[in-house]
């Protein structure tokens, strides 16, 4: 997938990095319990793609003209802003990073790569009436997955199931917007609105608004 930087809306941005190109820029701008994180990942590998994805929302910042503020992370493992100032979602997976930053609300975002064997996994991950629609097909499953996944990020908190607690409305591959809703718990009003988007081999999911 290309490096890219892109203004969604006025309030919102979002970056996505290729690890080897953005890993000659050094870790100056983290924040000192950021640079304490970073050097705690013993993996090289780990630590470029921690580091790309905190380049990824450095960058989508800047497009939408805010510094760069340091994250911390909540006890559900996402992360926020330490200026408390807006909501962000982070990504990294082989080669690389993207993140997404929203003035107002929540955020979620991931990238994954398109494998067979996500229809495997399907029984864990989906319902019935969504294998249905997915109709065997590993590109569907895999955006079905991301968008689950963004959906899991934005709202944040651990113990929400991909299978029980996120559905998803039928969609086709020709759909750039996929619908689902968390039901089944505190937070069984929540609707969700995920842009798709993929380029060979790879998904990139992101909640919009
Ligand atoms: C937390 C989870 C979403 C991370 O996804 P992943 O595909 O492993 O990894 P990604 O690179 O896409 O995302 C990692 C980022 O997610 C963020 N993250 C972690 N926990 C989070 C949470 N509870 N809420 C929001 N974001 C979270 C972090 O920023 C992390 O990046 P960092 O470690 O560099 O800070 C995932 O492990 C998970 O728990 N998924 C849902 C649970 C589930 O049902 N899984 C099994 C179903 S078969």
Same mark, same amino acid.
């Given at each position: !997938? ?14 996505? *990095? *290729? ?5 000659? *820029?050094?870790? @100056?701008?983290? =924040? ?7 050097a705690n990942i013993? &993996?090289? @590998?780990?630590?470029?793609? #921690? +580091?790309?994805? &905190? ?9 939408? =003209? ?7 992370? @909540?006890?559900?493992?996402? =992360?926020?802003? !330490? /200026? ?20 107002? !609300? ?5 990238? @994954?790569?398109?494998?067979? +064997? $996500? ?11 969504? !294998? ?12 079905? #997955? ?10 944040? &908190? ?8 996120? &559905? ?6 020709? /759909?750039? $917007? ?10 069984? /009003?929540?609707?969700?609105q995920v842009k $798709? ?11 919009? #608004?």
């Open positions: !997938m290309q490096t890219k930087i892109e203004k969604i809306s006025p309030l919102s941005a979002l970056a996505v *990095n *290729n690890i080897e190109e953005v890993s000659q *820029n050094g870790t @100056d701008f983290l =924040s000192f319990r950021e640079k304490l994180a970073y013993s &993996r090289p @590998d780990k630590q470029k793609e #921690w +580091k790309g994805a &905190r380049l990824a929302i450095k960058f989508a910042l800047e497009l939408i =003209s805010l510094p760069y503020p340091g994250f911390f992370k @909540d006890e559900h493992g996402k =992360s926020h802003p !330490m /200026d408390g100032y807006g909501f962000v979602s982070l990504t990294h997976t082989k080669g690389l990073a993207a993140a997404i930053f929203h003035k107002e !609300m929540p955020v979620g975002i991931d990238l @994954d790569f398109v494998r067979e +064997k $996500v229809i495997r996994l399907g029984p864990k991950f989906l319902d019935e009436a969504e !294998m249905e629609f997915l109709a065997n097909d590993p590109l569907l499953y895999t955006i079905a #997955w991301s968008a689950k996944e963004s959906i899991f990020k934005c709202q944040g &908190r651990k113990g929400i199931s991909l299978r029980q607690n996120i &559905r998803l409305e039928p969609f086709t591959i020709a /759909d750039t $917007v996929v619908k689902g809703r968390v039901e089944q718990s505190e937070f069984s /009003d929540h609707h969700y $798709v988007e993929h380029e060979n081999d790879i998904v990139l999911t992101y909640t919009i #608004w």
